[in-house]
């Protein structure tokens, strides 16, 4: 940087000289002053010092003689053109003081004349004023000299600090040359550690190796050898930590990163940072050492992608595993249930079809439910499973889970504690196997911390474990007992043929069903009047609030409904039905009441005093129960045939066991007969023709495969109806009319047909396959499978209270379904509405629910119109419900 001064600058003589001499002798210029000399030697000087600093070296030499040529360029032009200025200044005053002084030397000549004093004078003023304006001209200069030295000093301070600037750079670089560039020695040392570091596992394997064979042979049965010891570590390890495979996988990258590094450090010139770096891209890139140079490079960076290779090989394996075991586990079923108010079933057996399609049905008018369903299967089985059945789920969702309700964790996994029904489904097989699992469910049911939302409904494959599992469970429990529902209807239609369909259509919900609600603006009415205040709906009795929400069956007349009393009613949904406002047709039918109470009916009902003869081919684990509902419904003198492969006297004992006591049946006494009933020979020798019902049963010897049994009873059917169509008379089999079915009547089918016409056989089939195809034949009257068992199942799970009314219609005492004749209730060609024929009936307290016209197959459960009349056949036949005969 160039410092150049102002061109109007006195000159140096002028400034150092202030007055001339007196003689007026001209004098040579001095030289320069001592400030000027000291103003320009602060450069030279800090030039000077600051080099012995600085280190020697070439980059030293190199800003020494860049700040030497800086110097130069700001100190030399400044003292070339002072010199300049200074010569100039010199030579000027030089001619004016030989101008002044042969001025004074004329003067001198004239020296008495004023004219030469008066020039003198002139001079003189002259001279005085041109010296106080150099001595003003000095006193500034000063100050701007004064000026610049500060500034001066500024520069210097500058300039020191760029030189120590240039130093730190020069440190800096040098510091860099030394990192960049190691020593050999440590790059050794490096490479030497890596190879060390990676041949330590190979050492201590071979040492674990040595030392088990080593102890082999001292004690082989007191101690475990070492490498077996290390694997069991090591695999419990794995095994108890969930995270263990992942941090294996990333100690193991970062081992081989640094071991990489090492080696790259010890065969490149790179720093440690940055073969570190290049060894994480080798094994992150296998494609990266193709950019290496050089025998050693190449080597190391190859082991690195190896390895690289292998941890990205063992990294995507943990990742596929991971993601199979979640969509595993999710195709297992293993993932929570986020449902609630939804219907559980906890167990799988062959009524699980029929109980899935009355829950769709039910669930229909709410738009569709959530049922879960959890048994100890596979969960892509149960699917499968469930989408081979055919049926329509009608917007129901069914949603499976694979665990055991005996197992609390599982249970929470469906959300148990927010179901609002759970069904416990009977196991195939044992008995009392099956029903001590379901003991045990209800205990781990009961032992849910939260709590149970909705209640329990437990199927039980025996009526003597009831009273346990009741215990159990208090009031949570529900219990519906499969072989007992079986038996009782079984015994209940084949007294009455036809009332296994009209409990199908009352249990299922395709049809008409129970249902209980309360109405206020009944309340005050007496029963008789509620009879015929739903257009929609047949009431049949009454939930009183007052004895604890007690269920009574068929009421007087005269009871009157109490505030919280609710009705039962059949009809076809619980959103299909109200009470109505008498309309001008109860009016009516209200004034013609007492001409019909008063009326006297066509005839007086009387029970059965006639004998019956009936057979049970087969031997259900039950079959007391059965004998002792059977002998409290026949009429003194009938009989009961037992036909089966048990021996006469374990007979006995097996219905001693049971509770029954042979001596104290009243009304039926027992014929026994041994034999098989797959065997026509032995079937022959049974007077097949002359009894008037047949109950075909599922044998206990096969009950525990549905298939089996059923196959069993489909065989004995079959001998049977043969066996009964060649003992018909041919004249009689001539005249019988086949309308039973379109099978002409020279098959064999219709031959059956003809003979089902003689007498009633009940078949009991546990496959509801098999009993759709013996339905189509129809060479049995009827057909009872696990189906009614569903139904009801379903129905007791949408509403608890109804088991109390299925329980009083299948029991001996109390209420019971019956058919009766027409001309019970009317007259021939006597036009009734159906109205009036319920406010008959009730002159016997019975409560008509249905009929069945003489030209029909099926019964008409709660029918529409009640109030148009119409003609009736004395063929026709009713469906009531009222009191045990």
Not at 205 to 222: A, G, Q, W
Not at 234 to 240: K, Q
Not at 505 to 510: M, R, S, V
Request: charge should be negative.
């Amino acid at each position: 940087m160039s410092i150049d001064h102002d061109s109007s600058q006195p000159p140096a003589a002028t400034r150092d000289w202030f007055f001339p001499s007196p003689s007026f002798i001209h004098h040579p210029p001095p030289p320069a002053s001592s400030k000027s000399r000291r103003r320009f030697s602060t450069a030279s000087t800090v030039s000077q010092d600051l080099p012995e600093s600085r280190p020697s070296s070439s980059t030293s030499s190199h800003y020494r003689d860049k700040n030497a040529r800086l110097r130069r360029r700001v100190e030399f032009p400044r003292r070339a053109q002072r010199s300049s200025k200074q010569e100039q200044d010199d030579t000027l005053s030089a001619r004016k003081l030989d101008a002044l002084g042969d001025r004074t030397t004329s003067g001198e000549t004239f020296v008495g004349f004023p004219g030469v004093r008066w020039h003198i004078a002139v001079s003189a003023a002259i001279v005085i004023t041109a010296l106080a304006s150099l001595v003003h001209k000095n006193f500034s200069l000063h100050n701007q000299v004064i000026d610049l030295q500060d500034h001066i000093s500024k520069l210097d301070v500058r300039l020191q600090a760029c030189n120590l600037l240039s130093d730190v750079d020069y440190l800096d670089s040098t510091s860099l040359e030394t990192v960049d560039h190691p020593s050999e020695g440590l790059k050794h040392l490096a490479l030497v550690f890596s190879l060390i570091l990676l041949c330590i596992p190979v050492f201590v394997l071979k040492y674990i190796d040595f030392v088990s064979k080593s102890r082999l042979p001292d004690n082989t049965s007191e101690e475990v050898l070492l490498n077996k010891q290390i694997a069991y570590r090591a695999d419990a390890f794995l095994s108890i930590h969930p995270y263990a495979k992942s941090l294996a996988l990333l100690v193991s990258t970062l081992l081989l990163i640094c071991l990489g590094g090492l080696a790259l450090f010890g065969v490149t010139g790179d720093s440690l940072a940055d073969c570190l770096w290049l060894s994480w891209t080798y094994v992150a890139d296998s494609g990266n050492h193709a950019n290496s140079e050089g025998i050693g490079p190449r080597l190391v960076s190859v082991s690195i992608s190896f390895g690289g290779m292998l941890i990205f090989a063992m990294m995507l394996g943990l990742v596929s595993d991971a993601i199979s075991e979640k969509f595993d586990s999710l195709r297992k079923g293993r993932s929570e249930v986020v449902e609630q108010n939804h219907t559980l079933v906890l167990g799988w057996s062959d009524k699980l079809g029929s109980l899935l399609n009355q829950l769709a049905i039910a669930n229909e008018s709410l738009g569709g439910g959530i049922i879960v369903v959890m048994a100890e299967r596979d969960k892509e089985e149960m699917e499968i499973d469930i989408a081979k059945m055919e049926f329509d789920f009608k917007g129901t969702k069914v949603i499976c889970r694979s665990g055991s309700p005996l197992i609390l964790a599982d249970l929470k996994k469906v959300s148990v504690s927010k179901a609002r029904a759970i069904i416990v489904l009977a196991e195939d097989g044992n008995a009392d196997q099956s029903d001590a699992r379901a003991l045990r469910t209800v205990l781990s049911l009961t032992g849910v911390k939260e709590g149970l939302r909705g209640h329990i409904v437990v199927e039980l494959s025996d009526l003597d474990n009831e009273v346990l599992v009741k215990l159990v469970g208090s009031d949570l429990v529900e219990t519906v007992v499969a072989h007992d529902v079986i038996g009782r209807l079984m015994i209940q239609c084949a007294r009455q043929p036809g009332l296994a369909q009209i409990w199908e259509d009352i249990l299922g919900f395709e049809n008409c069903e129970f249902y209980i609600k309360r109405w206020p603006q009944l309340d005050g009415m007496q029963f008789e009047d509620v009879l015929i205040s739903f257009p929609d709906a047949i009431p049949c009795g009454v939930k009183v609030a007052s004895c604890g929400g007690k269920i009574i069956l068929n009421p007087d007349d005269s009871y009157l409904l109490q505030e919280g009393d609710e009705v039962l009613v059949i009809a076809e949904d619980d959103d299909t039905y109200a009470p109505a406002t008498l309309p001008t047709v109860l009016i009516f039918l209200q004034k013609v009441k007492i001409s019909v109470w008063r009326g006297s009916l066509p005839k007086d009902f009387v029970g059965p005093n006639s004998t019956e003869k009936i057979l049970f081919c087969g031997w259900r684990r039950d079959m007391e129960d059965m004998i002792m509902v059977l002998d409290a419904f026949l009429a003194p003198g009938s009989e009961l045939w037992m036909f089966n492969d048990v021996p006469e006297k374990e007979r006995e004992k097996k219905l001693i066991d049971g509770g029954l006591d042979i001596g104290r049946l009243v009304n039926i006494s027992l014929v026994d007969r041994e034999g098989n009933a797959v065997i026509r020979r032995h079937l022959e020798s049974l007077p097949l023709e002359s009894f008037d019902s047949i109950l075909i049963l599922a044998d206990e010897s096969v009950e525990d495969s549905a298939i089996q049994a059923d196959s069993r009873s489909l065989a004995t059917l079959l001998l049977i109806r043969d066996i009964q169509a060649k003992r018909l008379p041919f004249r009689e089999a001539m005249v019988t009319q086949g309308h039973r079915g379109s099978f002409s009547q020279g098959s064999w089918i219709g031959e059956m047909q003809q003979a089902s016409d003689k007498s009633v056989i009940i078949s009991e089939i546990l496959d509801p396959r098999t009993k759709n195809l013996l339905s189509m034949s129809k060479i049995s009257d009827y057909v009872l499978s696990n189906e009614l068992v569903s139904m009801a199942l379903a129905m007791v799970a949408e509403d608890r209270q109804i088991n109390d009314v299925l329980e009083e219609l299948f029991a001996e005492e109390g209420n019971e379904m019956h058919i009766r004749q027409a001309d019970l209730y009317l007259r021939e060609g006597e036009e009734l509405s159906f109205y009036e024929i319920i406010l008959r009936a009730r002159q016997r307290r019975e409560i008509v629910i249905g009929y069945r016209a003489a030209n029909a197959e099926r019964a008409v459960i709660n029918p529409p119109s009640k109030n148009e009349r119409k003609k009736w056949s004395l063929k026709d036949v009713f469906v009531v419900i009222a009191e045990k005969d």
